[in-house]
């Protein structure tokens, strides 16, 4: 698989490393509920079909990428840069 | 096979008369030439039985000219570098070759396992599902039976032998990138690779066999007035001269991957004795290509009739391949069985070779006059609307019976004649090679007219030209491969040059074969074969159908049909028509089996690349060296490699590390940390983050002091623990186990990129930045004290876990006093590449306390002793409160896990919780052993937990362990025991705190 | 329908195997049944065999949407054994061992269970602490485990790089002497046999669109071959757990979808005579009556129904397997493929009743699918059977994440890639 | 300052290696290494990019134009090695101190990594054919042009390549896998056959 890296371009998929569902939204740091707690950590929607993934570019710029891939055809649709330079932040400030 | 070499001008085109190679084939030595296949040299000197069918040993001669051969396989070479199950088609011969057959004893020609045709119809497909079980009474209730009939037939089952010494070749990946890659090195392949190189695209063209040309070697068609011979070797040459294109010959497209990733296998020196110096055997080419041409052309397939396995029985077109490109004629007395037209063409290129074709066979009710013309000009007499009902002949084919055929019942009268004949050509028609366009495309299409399966839809950036789409012809083939460049430029935007098509002019011959896979006799006598290798018949197709395995997929399990090394590319389609006739539908409804990667079979070692021989990196410490001249053994853990002890003299490990943990408690030593993960964590919010991380309060951690810090997993069990340093405001470093350096990495960055990206922190790996030696013991001050300028050493100055920076032989260092041991320690950081002078400088100030290097058996030796957690204790099953570090689970912040670290299932007793245990009587405490109540060996009982690290104490002069036990903090002072029956040992323990030694820690704080 | 016996196979041998009848009928669906399993993979062959031939329970339908056995059952590399650590996995697997042991009389077909030994391989002291804690454990309940030093697993397994010089040198190995491998189509087919001549009906091409519910109760299932009500419902569909239950309404598990490769080389004379696991990566290997090689190793590592994997994780398998066997690098790679595993949180299965009311799920089997086949189907029709998991399988529950129960063989926490 | 030894002394001996036919005149494939004077790896926080930007074109003269650009001159090279990250090497020993006085907590964080990587620079026609066995990234000019750099991997090592010229590349390896590096790369070479010549820089 070829993974559009937003900063490196596209890349071998051996230059990154799965990290899972990309849906998954952490709760607040104050809310300590427990149901919210373990559904963040162990729901899984698991669709067959588009997938919101994150992939880490462990040897490559280090950045995560969230990734739209269908898990039917594993066709990449669309790439995303994760973190401080994620083009969401830079819409929103 | 009484084949035999010929000499007419225009026939031999790949093979140099001139060079004469010797070979070995069982033992016997033979002669054949350069350019010749070891298949090619061995019909040329007659050779006819090759080896033996899998199940019945039934005798096999060469069948076909290429990968899709069920029968020569070989064990080629000898020795190391012996490999079985080599098909001869595919062997360039050289000279000093030695291949023998395989699958048979005493040999092909008289093979002892020939009496299992005795057996007959008893091993028809799936017996051996309805026996061999035994009957169901007394003692063999259960599968024993099974068990010893299994060693028998596993002997006897299984083709080549492998070797058993290790491999001494080398493999190599390539990784390339190109605008088109064009699959297939004949007609069609040629001229696409020419279309997209002129329009400047960046081309790599394979080509499976030694030199490009494919149908067109040694063809008299005429391209652009160029006989296609000349045409192709002319192409060729103006390919080579372009710099964008790389030609790879004897090189085989594999495998179709996501992104069109395409997987080549490039046999570099297959066809020498061995490879020269430094050259690796076979290459591994892992192709990107923005878009990708598909030209494999078609393999020929055979008609199923009774006895249709005897050697000298070949394919019509490998016979043509064999006269024209070799030079070999297969037989004195030919005969040709088919149903359709393409025979003809093959039987006339080698009459014109000067092959003696007596009869022609044609199963079809009718045939145009221009066959009947050709048929006549060759001097064959043509029989049409007949069939072959059988043959004859014992190790070679003498005869074949022919009767009447009616096309309805579709089957043959009861041969009116019986034809003398020492080689029976066949033909039933033509299946395009569509394996690599099916890893990637839709279902494939069933073609009516061509009686053949066509690629599916493309689901990947690919094309189909010639044959392999359907497009059979020169002029077709040519056709549509120009279109296929056309349309794989425009598809990645590269403007294809307006080029007019090549003029061909060759005689169109109808490939459209009559709708006719099995000639079937009235009465069911001899086996009709459908899988040579697998000796699978249209009988074992029908009883699949009988028993209810009707899908393909349950046809090809049940029956093994295409599961043998050819995977069937000779016999798939032939299998699916007779089931598909049996279900009584057609055969697009019943479809083909998956076809899956390779094409053809692969070395392991090429797939392994460059990893065959050191299958992953290892990572050195700066001081590696030293440690391997002062005689450590040194062990893996994780990539990096370790020294156990440090073994003077006749010293076993134990006496070691007993020794240099005596030391360190005695007066000084020193260990090498340097394999310690190391993160440099800055920014204005790093100690937010850092308190977010750790379970335990980093919020206040005041400069120039180190604090011990647990990490959490979401769910609450522990990750990883480790100390973090506090350098400045705003620069932290922080050290992890040396297992968790990566994984811990990765856990920060997830959390800053996606869970709290407003955070400005960066973090960076610095764990090769700093060698790390840890100095420990009660002199390890005074060690210091004599090579440090810069800090002072005092206890005053430099308190407990306090961070200071200094020199030592201006060496620039970062000290930390904190312990892992439990003695006084400290840990000096520097440079990577200064590790070694530091080393040296801190054993030369330790010479007067008798400082002593100690190794990783000695240093779990001291934090066992001490009850300090590592690898063992953190097996990620065990939570905080578990190992008694429930106070460094602060309430008053969130972190990663605060939440569900309080579900009750985490507290509840009967949890295993960590404890030390003494040895009693003296014995050994051995890892892994299991704590029981029960004193008695042979009746342990219930494990009550386990030991997780032990050792020797030097300080208590005992046994010892670390373990895990139910409720262990409610059980302290127990007597217990522990059992290991894997290892045969019980001893008698007690269960005492885990911290053992200087519980308080006065040695570490005095 | 004839017994199979080596009497028969003569037999109609003279008869030219005219006497054989179908292995399982193909019935049209009826209304209504007791039971459906939906999935004809092992599992779901296996527990409409129990549930007849156990429970008395035979008005069950299969319901699969391809051809039987067309799932993991068919893909995967036929290893049975039940080496664990953790006391409910090794409870569970050694129930499965029993049943293996006698399978192919109690099914009257041949399956094949071939107890050659598996051998795990250690690289250095710390591992072999490991496998003896494994070890012991195992022999604690009554299993059958030994610890092999070097010389010994060089003995039994000749080719090993046993040098000094391998890149992870081999310690020692555990060894499960009773353990090994079975042939996973016969699994299907006998069990198929066993559970159609107790009159289940097994409905292949037989594809769920949709559950029938009465309110929050599940009474039945849509199909491309018209409604099928039953007052219980058992799911077995691994790999599409997902996708099924989200039919019935059950949009998140604690499952993630993921692709397994497995490879076949060239047959060969005998040259592995056991099951053998690399210490130091993933492999597993051993050789089929035939003569092949039959080898995995890890997950690709993304999820995917795709039932392919790509060529990063195939070159590590080959990698991993010459380090082991450097003379194994000539020998060629005839066939890969790919199953849809279901990994769940902590690496073991989902055995229960529930989550709705007249639905029962049997999932999250990772890789461990083949080796539960006979168990598996064994505790599901208990709990289908009684409405309640038998003590076997109580621990495999789906609230076990939320209370924070995992049954965590490799410690490696909630991330399904990792198991 | 203290000498640093790197890993690679004592593998690298000046001399040819590989494919015997080139003993004759010298091979056309030159490698060497060195050990960084200064290493710094520079991080910017999402606002302060351009700020840190002029800082660096500033104290070293060069001109960064953004993207994989990695402008070089006699005393430094920079090269982006992430979104608002560059890794710098210095010719004089102080320039990490330097960098760290210039760029405060606020603006951006300075790690000194000039330990932390070992510098092999292979040259020649055949420097693509060799390091494309082990890399998987396009080698060509318009992939990959020169005075610019890859973050990529070999066999899950991470390396740096700054492409110095059409045919001359400088690869920033971790320094404890650097002998595990130059067990791949040594024998990759061997193929064409190299000479191991004294680090030019």
Redesign the interface.
């Known amino acids: 698989m070829l993974i559009d890296c937003p900063w490196c371009g596209p890349r071998s998929v051996e230059e990154f490393s799965y990290r899972g569902d990309g849906t998954l939204k952490r709760p607040a740091l104050s809310d300590n509920s427990m149901n919210a707690a373990s559904a963040y950590v162990y729901n899984r929607e698991n669709p067959a079909g588009d997938h919101m993934e994150i992939w880490h570019h462990g040897n490559g710029c280090r950045s995560h990428i969230l990734v739209k891939r269908n898990t039917l055809t594993h066709k990449i649709l669309s790439c995303e840069l994760l973190g401080p330079y994620s083009p969401k932040r830079k819409k929103k400030k | 096979m009484s084949g035999y070499r010929i000499s007419s001008p225009d026939t031999g085109v790949r093979i140099d008369p001139t060079k004469l190679l010797n070979f070995s084939f069982n033992g016997r030595t033979y002669s054949g030439f350069e350019g010749d296949t070891l298949a090619s040299a061995l019909l040329a000197n007659g050779v006819g039985v090759l080896g033996r069918s899998f199940k019945y040993h039934r005798p096999r001669g060469l069948f076909s000219a290429g990968l899709e051969e069920p029968n020569a396989l070989v064990t080629l070479r000898q020795g190391r570098r012996s490999e079985p199950n080599i098909k001869a088609t595919e062997i360039e011969l050289y000279d000093g070759l030695i291949a023998k057959s395989q699958n048979c004893w005493p040999s092909p020609k008289f093979d002892l396992m020939a009496i299992n045709q005795l057996a007959g119809n008893a091993l028809s497909a799936g017996f051996y599902y309805k026996t061999f079980m035994g009957p169901n009474v007394f003692f063999n209730k259960t599968t024993e039976v099974w068990w010893q009939f299994e060693k028998i037939i596993r002997r006897a089952a299984g083709l080549g032998k492998a070797s058993l010494e290790a491999d001494p070749d080398i493999y190599e990946r390539m990784h390339a990138w190109c605008d088109v890659l064009v699959v297939g090195g004949g007609p069609a392949g040629l001229i696409a690779g020419e279309r997209a190189a002129e329009a400047g695209a960046k081309v790599i063209l394979c080509e499976q066999m030694a030199e490009t040309g494919g149908s067109l070697v040694g063809s008299k068609d005429l391209i652009d007035g160029m006989e296609g011979d000349e045409w192709a070797k002319a192409c060729i040459e103006r390919l080579k001269d372009h710099e964008n294109v790389r030609i790879l010959t004897r090189t085989t497209v594999q495998s179709y991957y996501d992104d069109n990733l395409l997987h080549a296998i490039e046999r570099v020196a297959d066809h020498k004795i061995k490879p020269d110096a430094f050259e690796p055997r076979q290459r591994s080419w892992k192709i990107r290509a923005k878009s990708v041409i598909i030209a494999t052309g078609a393999f020929e397939r055979p008609l199923v009739f009774s006895g249709n396995d005897r050697p000298g029985i070949m394919l019509a077109d490998a016979a043509r391949r064999y006269a024209v490109e070799y030079g070999v004629l297969p037989g004195k007395l030919i005969s040709i069985f088919t149903n359709n037209d393409t025979a003809y063409h093959a039987a006339r290129t080698m009459a014109d070779c000067g092959a003696n074709i007596k009869t022609i066979i044609d199963v079809r009710q009718q045939v145009s006059g221009e066959i009947r013309a050709i048929a006549a000009s060759i001097g064959a007499e043509l029989l049409v609307g007949d069939a072959v009902s059988r043959t004859s002949g014992l190790q070679k084919i003498s005869a074949i019976h022919v009767g009447h055929f009616n096309a309805d019942s579709k089957l043959v009268a009861p041969s009116t004649h019986r034809i003398e004949t020492d080689c029976l050509l066949v033909s039933g028609g033509w299946s395009p090679a569509i394996h690599l366009t099916s890893q990637f495309g839709g279902t494939p299409i069933w073609d009516e007219g061509l009686q053949a399966f066509l690629p599916g839809k493309a689901l990947q950036n690919w094309y189909g030209a010639g044959a392999m789409a359907g497009k059979f012809g020169l002029a077709n083939t040519l056709l549509s491969a120009t279109d296929a460049a056309k349309s794989a430029l425009k598809s990645i935007g590269i403007k294809p040059k307006k080029l007019k098509p090549p003029i061909v002019n060759s005689e169109e011959i109808s490939v459209q074969p009559a709708a006719v896979y099995e000639i079937r006799r009235a009465i069911k006598k001899g086996k009709s074969f459908v899988d040579l290798q697998h000796d699978v018949t249209s009988e074992d197709v029908r009883l699949a159908h009988r028993e209810g395995f009707i899908s393909v997929e349950h046809l090809k399990r049940y029956t093994t049909l295409g599961m043998a090394t050819d995977q069937g590319k000779t016999s798939n389609v032939t299998g699916l028509a007779i089931m598909a006739e049996a279900r009584g539908e057609a055969i697009e409804d019943v479809g083909t089996t998956r076809f899956r990667p390779p094409f053809t079979p692969v070395t392991l070692g090429a797939i392994a690349g460059e990893n065959y021989g050191h299958l992953k990196p290892y990572r050195l410490s700066p001081m590696n060296d030293w440690h391997i001249a002062r005689g450590a053994n040194m062990y893996a853990n994780g990539l990096w490699m370790r020294p156990e002890t440090y073994n003077q003299s006749g010293e076993t490990v134990e006496q070691a590390y007993i020794r240099e943990a005596g030391a360190v408690r005695k007066s000084v030593g020193l260990v090498d940390v340097s394999t310690l993960g190391k993160i440099d964590v800055q920014g204005p919010d790093a100690g937010e983050f850092l308190n977010r991380i750790y379970s335990n309060g980093f919020a206040k951690l005041p400069i120039g002091k180190a604090r011990y810090g647990l990490m959490l997993r979401e769910d609450g069990f522990l990750f990883d623990d480790g100390t973090t340093w506090r350098l400045d405001e705003n620069h932290y470093l922080m050290t992890t186990t040396t297992a968790k350096a990566g994984p811990v990495m990765e856990h920060m960055e997830y959390h800053l990129d996606v869970v709290w990206p407003e955070l400005k922190v960066s973090l960076v790996s610095v764990t090769d930045q700093w060698a790390g030696i840890a100095l420990a013991g009660p002199n390890s001050r005074k060690v210091l004290e004599a090579c440090v300028s810069g800090t002072d050493m005092s206890d005053k100055a430099f308190p407990f876990m306090g961070v200071r920076d200094g020199e030592i032989t201006d060496i620039p260092i970062k000290i930390a006093r904190l312990s892992f041991s439990g003695e006084m320690a400290f840990e000096v950081f520097c440079g990577a590449m200064h590790g070694q002078a530091l080393w040296d400088a801190l054993m030369d100030a330790g010479k007067a306390f008798d400082i002593t290097p100690y190794g990783l058996e000695a240093l779990s030796t001291l934090r066992i002793e001490k009850g300090h957690v590592a690898g063992p204790e953190l097996n990620g099953r065990t939570n905080a409160n578990d190992l008694g570090l429930g106070g460094m689970v602060s309430t008053k912040k969130p972190f990663i896990g605060s939440v569900l670290v309080h579900r009750e299932a985490l507290n509840e007793t009967g949890r295993k919780q960590l404890v030390g245990l003494r040895s009693l009587d003296g014995q050994k405490i051995l890892g892994g052993s299991h704590i029981v109540a029960s004193a008695d060996q042979a009746q342990p009982g219930e494990s009550l937990g386990h030991t997780t690290s032990a050792c020797f104490s030097p300080e208590l002069n005992c046994y010892i362990s670390l373990g895990l036990l139910k409720d262990g903090r409610a059980r302290i002072g127990e007597k217990l025991h522990v059992t290991s029956p894997v290892r045969g040992t019980h001893g008698a323990v007690e269960v005492v705190s885990p911290h053992m030694v200087d519980p308080d820690g006065r040695r570490m704080h005095g | 329908m004839t017994r199979?016996?080596?009497f028969?196979?003569?037999k109609?041998?003279?008869t030219?195997?005219?006497g054989?009848?179908?292995?399982?009928r193909?019935p049209e669906p009826k209304k209504s049944y007791d039971v459906i399993i939906v999935g004809g993979g092992g599992h779901g062959l296996s527990t409409a065999y129990y549930l007849a031939s156990v429970h008395k329970i035979t008005n069950v339908a299969i319901v699969e949407k391809g051809?039987?056995?067309?799932g993991n059952i068919?893909r995967n590399t036929t290893i049975v054994r039940s080496n664990y650590l953790l006391?409910e996995n090794t409870r569970f697997y050694e129930k499965s061992m029993q049943l293996w042991?006698?399978?192919?009389?109690e099914l009257?077909?041949?399956?094949?269970?071939?107890?050659r030994g598996v051998l795990n391989l250690a690289?250095?002291?710390?591992q072999?602490?490991?496998?003896?804690?494994?070890?012991?454990?195992m022999?604690?309940m009554g299993g059958d485990?030994?610890?092999l030093d070097r010389d010994q697993v060089a003995r039994a397994n000749?080719?090993l790089?046993v040098s000094g010089n391998a890149?992870?040198p081999i310690e020692g190995g555990?060894l499960q002497p009773s353990a090994g491998s079975a042939?996973h189509?016969?699994v299907a087919?006998?069990f198929a046999r066993g559970a159609d001549l107790l009159g289940v009906d097994i409905l292949?091409n037989c594809e769920v669109k949709g559950f029938l519910r009465e309110g929050d109760n599940i009474v039945g299932v849509e199909t491309n071959r018209g409604e099928i009500r039953a007052e219980k419902t058992g799911i077995a569909v691994a790999g599409?757990t997902?996708?099924v239950m989200r039919l019935a309404g059950i949009?998140?598990?604690?499952?993630?979808?993921h692709v397994l490769q497995a490879f076949v080389?060239?047959?060969?004379?005998?040259?592995i005579p056991n099951v053998v696991t690399f210490g130091?990566?993933h492999l597993y290997a051993s050789?089929s009556?035939?003569?092949g090689l039959v080898f995995g190793g890890s997950l690709d590592?993304?999820?995917?129904?795709?039932q392919?994997g790509?060529?990063?994780l195939?070159?590590e398998v080959?990698?991993?397997?010459?380090?082991m066997y450097?003379?194994?690098?000539?020998?060629?790679?005839?066939?890969?493929?790919g199953g849809v595993v279901d990994m769940s949180?902590d690496g073991s299965p989902i055995i229960t009743k529930g989550p709705l009311p007249g639905m029962y799920l049997n999932a999250g089997w990772c890789y461990g699918g083949f080796k539960a086949t006979p168990a598996s189907g064994w505790c599901f029709a208990h709990t289908i059977a009684n409405d309640a998991p038998h003590e076997i399988n109580a621990p495999f529950s789906l609230e076990r994440?939320?209370?924070?129960?995992?049954i965590?063989e490799?410690?490696?926490?909630?991330?399904?890639?990792y198991h | 300052m203290v000498e640093k030894t790197s890993p690679l002394d004592k593998l690298l001996k000046t001399g040819h290696y590989g494919k015997p036919e080139n003993t004759g005149e010298q091979a056309d494939l030159k490698i060497s290494h060195r050990t960084c004077e200064s290493l710094v790896q520079v991080t910017a926080w999402p606002k302060t990019g351009k700020g840190i930007a002029t800082t660096l074109e500033k104290m070293t003269h060069l001109s960064l134009q953004g993207g994989d650009a990695s402008p070089a001159n006699e005393d430094f090279t920079i090269m982006p090695t992430g979104p608002g990250q560059y890794l710098i090497e210095a010719q004089s020993g102080d320039a990490t101190g330097r960098f760290q006085k210039k760029i405060i907590p606020a603006k951006g964080a300075v790690t000194d990594l000039t330990h932390a990587r070992v510098v092999i620079r292979i040259s020649g026609d055949q420097a693509v054919w060799v390091l494309a066995k082990g890399i998987a990234i396009d080698f060509s000019l318009q992939a990959f042009p020169v005075a610019t750099s890859r973050n990529t991997a070999h066999h899950q090592i991470s390396l740096t390549i700054h492409r110095v010229n059409e045919n001359t590349f400088d690869l920033f390896v971790f320094t404890s896998l650097a002998c595990s590096f130059w067990h791949w790369l040594d024998r990759a070479a061997k193929e064409v056959g190299y000479e191991i010549v004294r680090n030019v820089k």
């Open positions: 199979y016996s080596a028969e196979v003569i109609n041998a003279f030219g195997n005219k054989w009848q179908p292995a399982w193909k051809w039987l056995g067309s068919g006391p042991r006698t399978l192919s009389h009257n077909y041949n399956v094949m269970f071939s107890p690289h250095t002291p710390g072999m602490d490991l496998f003896a804690e494994r070890g012991n454990a022999r604690l485990a030994e610890l000749p080719g790089d890149r992870f555990l042939r189509d016969a087919w006998g292949e599409s997902s996708r949009k998140n598990l604690p499952i993630e979808s080389s060239e047959s060969l004379k005998p040259v130091n990566g050789q009556d035939k003569g590592g993304y999820n995917t129904y795709a392919r790509n060529l990063p195939v070159e080959m990698s991993e397997f010459t380090a450097p003379a194994f690098a000539r020998l060629r790679l005839l066939r890969s493929w949180m994440y939320k209370q924070g129960r995992p965590d490799l410690g490696a926490g909630p991330t399904p890639g």
